[in-house]
């Protein structure tokens, strides 16, 4: 062991330290011996706020804040949240990063600001699409796998809200999710309307999926 070197190392690290960041970065690249005291920790944490402490120990209430208040990426167009209980990332994705059949069609579907829909008075999203009339509903969206959180197992739903007046939307709809590459995936049944929603007794398809209320509907 070099004991000189070390000291020379600890020496070089603590006058960097008081200097500045583009200082530190720029002294890294005059030789082996500064380029390591530059990117030990005690350089880094003295470039530090005073009140970096401080700002760490509310960290707690920034993590929190994540969990209950989701906030807007993408140009207001997908929302992040972190699950409370797991810590892993969640994503929304709002109706104009989707792609919708005939969304551009005004005939089929209508697009509103927040303050001008109809029927959803609330949402995270500043836009909203509205079904008019189809006789083919396809819907997709997707997402990057490397912005999830690794190793996690995750589940897509799709969110909506129904008018007082609809119709057709008693036919059963297929759900899938799959990777770009795949041509052929698995597809489950699922129901647009709950039970109580149907003016007709449920069909009995025994896979078929019901949907849950949210809380903010």
């Known amino acids: ?7 020379l190392e600890d020496c070089i690290g603590d006058i960097i330290s008081k200097t500045s960041p583009s200082d530190a970065c720029g002294t ?7 380029s390591s005291a530059a990117a030990s ?5 003295a470039l530090l706020p005073p009140d970096h402490r401080q700002i760490i120990s509310e960290l707690k209430d920034l993590y929190f804040s994540l969990c209950d208040k989701p906030i807007l990426i993408g140009n207001g167009n997908r929302s992040f949240t972190i699950h409370k209980w797991s810590g892993k990332k ?7 990063e989707l792609g919708v059949i005939w969304g ?10 927040l303050a001008e829909s109809p029927v959803l008075p609330k949402s995270r999203f500043s836009e909203v699409a509205h079904l ?4 083919w509903l396809h819907v997709w ?7 999830l959180s690794p190793n996690t197992r995750y589940g897509a739903y799709l969110i909506y809200t129904t008018g007082d007046r609809f119709r057709g939307l008693d036919k059963l709809v297929k759900l899938s ?8 995936c698995d597809f489950i049944n699922a129901h647009l309307l709950s039970t109580t929603s149907m003016d007709i007794d449920a069909p009995e398809e025994g896979d078929a999926r019901f949907p849950r209320d949210r809380e903010d509907k």
């Open 41 to 45: 920790n005690l350089v880094w944490e």
């Open 90 to 96: 969640c994503y929304m994705l709002g109706a104009r």
């Open 28 to 34: 890294s690249l005059v030789s082996r011996t500064f």
């Open 177 to 184: 999710v799959r990777f770009l590459d795949e041509i052929r």
């Open 1 to 7: 062991m070099d004991i000189t070197s070390d000291l």
């Open 141 to 147: 969206g997707t997402i990057e796998t490397k912005i």
């Open 132 to 135: 008019v009339n189809v006789c």
């Open 104 to 113: 551009d069609v005004s005939q089929y579907w209508k697009w509103y600001s």
